[in-house]
T-cell receptor
């Protein structure tokens, strides 16, 4: 079975500063990796996903993530955050033979003025 | 497209009552997922359907919960009888479902359920 760890439950950062949200996973088979964002009182929205190929994945709103197989990580980064990036961010993993997602516990990003 | 539609958006009920949550997936999507989100347990997959057939219901907490998908454009999640510990936000999501785990899931806005 797969599992996802997001070590930081909350990350406060000042506006225009860079941010990294950490995600580690465990799996005995090859995985697909996703980052979703949840704005207050809304559903989840896909930011980006890694399926194969280049390990650096670019997503919406200026976010990117890098897949590191040896470290089983898929950290999310943004070079300069905005107030509007304040939200909860979820890392998720899936495998090729099913459609089950396993979501991490989430990281609450708070961007301060 | 209107996206995934869920109703009601908010539901307040008393313990012991039946609750029915509804979901309309994105047109053309073949897979539908029901999730529950709580502070304590995070986001949990309850059940998912492919081509209207339940594929994995191992996340359904107990017999009080049931889900149906009578056709490609409608699904229900029913709780009978409801208990205070069922209070949560319930999300429905859909995907094209033409292949495996690489499919993006599109989430509805959720139903916020409070059982008193």
């Amino acid at each position: 079975a797969q599992s996802v760890t997001q070590l930081d439950s909350q990350v406060p950062v000042f506006e225009e500063a860079p941010v990294e949200l950490r995600c580690n996973y465990s799996s005995s088979v090859s995985v697909y990796l996703f980052w979703y964002v949840q704005y207050p009182n809304q559903g989840l929205q896909l930011l980006l996903k890694y399926l194969s190929g280049s390990t650096l994945v670019k997503g919406i709103n200026g976010f990117e993530a890098e897949f590191n197989k040896s470290q089983t990580s898929f950290h999310l980064r943004k070079p300069s955050v905005h107030i509007s990036d304040t939200a909860e961010y979820f890392c998720a993993v899936s495998v090729s033979y099913g459609q089950n997602f396993v979501f991490g516990p989430g990281t609450r990003l708070s961007v301060l003025p | 497209d209107a996206g995934v539609i869920q109703s009601p958006r908010h539901e307040v009920t008393e313990m012991g009552q039946e609750v029915t949550l509804r979901c309309k997936p994105i047109s053309g999507h073949n897979s539908l997922f029901w999730y529950r989100q709580t502070m304590m347990r995070g986001l949990e997959l309850l059940i998912y359907f492919n081509n209207n057939v339940p594929i994995d219901d191992s996340g359904m907490p107990e017999d009080r919960f049931s889900a149906k998908m009578p056709n490609a454009s409608f699904s229900t999640l029913k709780i009978q009888p409801s208990e205070p510990r069922d209070s949560a936000v319930y999300f429905c999501a859909s995907s094209l479902g033409t292949s495996g785990g690489e499919e993006t899931q599109y989430f509805g806005p959720g139903t916020r359920l409070l059982v008193l």
